[in-house]
């Protein structure tokens, strides 16, 4: 069993930026795809952003425009979610990701593995 904890989330205001983490335990991350989603109040989950295994590719929801990065350090088995540019709709509940099979994930369907969530809140 994979256990995924999240880090990083806060206060920000807009135009700032954070950086959230998750670390694996209970087995190497370094064989999982791993992604990030996010869930504001009163919507669904929705698909951010996703890194493969040995971290050599990587794929983006259209509407970041950019402004997020994912990464990932094996050797700390660590994924990070770079965030730059924050707006007050980038609000919610952000979610780490793991997928025992696929190299990307890209909906919620193909995920195995969800942290608890990190809050990130961006402020006018």
């Known amino acids: 069993q994979v256990q995924l904890v999240e880090s990083g989330g806060g206060l920000v205001q807009a135009g700032g930026s954070l950086r959230l983490s998750c670390t694996a335990s209970?087995?190497?991350?370094?064989?999982?795809?791993m992604g990030w989603f996010r869930q504001a109040p009163g919507k669904e989950r929705e698909f951010l952003a996703t890194?493969?295994?040995?971290?050599?590719?990587?794929y983006y929801a259209g509407s970041l425009k950019g402004r997020f990065t994912i990464s990932r350090d094996n050797a700390k088995n660590t994924v990070y979610l770079q965030m730059n540019s924050l707006n007050t709709e980038d609000t919610a509940v952000y979610y780490c990701?793991?997928?025992?099979?696929?190299?990307?994930?890209?909906?919620?369907?193909?995920?195995?593995?969800w942290g608890q969530g990190t809050l990130v809140t961006v402020s006018s």
């Open positions: 209970g087995r190497s991350s370094s064989t999982l795809g």
């Open positions: 990701a793991g997928s025992r099979v696929r190299d990307y994930i890209t909906y919620t369907s193909l995920v195995d593995y």
């Open positions: 890194i493969n295994s040995s971290g050599t590719g990587t």
